[in-house]
């Protein structure tokens, strides 16, 4: 059984540019969260889709957003690219049990951006 | 608001000692609480959970922690280091509505395990 999968591993962008990460959940998962992590610093929650909407929202700019597909896989897009938005970008993957909420947040490996 | 704050950025044992990292946090109301792991290169592993049902939680890899409301933490603990336990850990904190939740990250305890 596959866990949650990122692509790509690695990734160089210039200021000013768009980049498109993406994420498979584990199977059986249909929510899926996106994090930010900056060097040496706690991942920060970007936000959660669920049945292809965006549910919850932290505290970044509209430059970030997102989409999730039909098959639970999901896209986060970041926008005019600044050098801060070099970081690790995790996804967790997670089910929601009707009634009980969601279950426990698995992570893939993340994707490492680096902005220059 | 939740919130969460571990109080060591850095800890040093040696192999075959015990093993301490400590969390406390903020929470309005009854938290779900986590610990993950997190090896250099590689994404966030789950070591245990506390959801309420017990307070003394047992992970993986021999950690446990206990759950503690009247000191609002949620310390892990490992009676015997391993090498291989050198790591990045994060105590975290579970909010949100049935809509889903959403982690908050302490800062991170960054242990080292000296031979």
Redesign the interface.
């Known amino acids: 059984d596959a866990g ?1 999968t990122q692509s790509p591993t690695h990734l160089i962008k210039t200021r000013g540019q768009q980049v498109t990460l993406r994420c498979s959940p584990k199977s059986g998962h249909d ?1 899926v ?1 996106w ?1 930010q992590q900056a060097l040496g ?5 970007i936000f ?1 889709y ?1 049945e292809e909407e965006e ?2 929202r ?1 505290n970044f700019p509209d430059r970030f957003s997102g989409h999730q597909f039909p098959n639970y896989s999901s896209e986060l897009n970041v926008n005019a690219l600044l050098l801060g938005d070099s970081a690790l970008y ?1 996804c ?1 993957s ?1 089910h ?1 049990i ?2 009980q ?2 279950e ?7 994707t490492r951006l680096l902005v220059l | 608001a939740q919130s969460v704050t571990q109080l060591d950025s850095h800890v040093s044992v040696s192999e075959g000692t015990p093993v301490l990292l400590r969390c406390n946090y903020s929470s309005s109301y009854s938290p779900s609480l ?1 610990w ?1 792991v997190q090896h250099p290169n ?5 070591l245990l ?1 506390y959801t309420s049902a017990a307070t003394l939680v047992k992970g993986i890899n021999g950690f446990e922690a206990e759950f503690k409301k009247s000191e609002t933490s949620f310390h892990l603990t490992k009676p015997s280091a391993h090498m291989s336990d050198a790591a990045e850990y ?1 105590c975290v904190v ?1 909010w ?13 305890t960054r242990l080292m395990v000296k031979p």
């Not at chain 2, 949100?96 to 991170?108: K, S, V």
């Open positions: 949650v929510t969260s994090y610093q706690g991942p920060q929650f959660q669920y549910r919850q932290g995790l967790a997670s929601i009707q009634g909420g969601q426990t947040q698995y992570f893939g490996p993340g | 986590f993950y590689k994404g966030l592993q789950l959970k994060f579970s949100g509505n049935n809509a889903g939740n959403m982690l908050t990250f302490g800062g991170g």
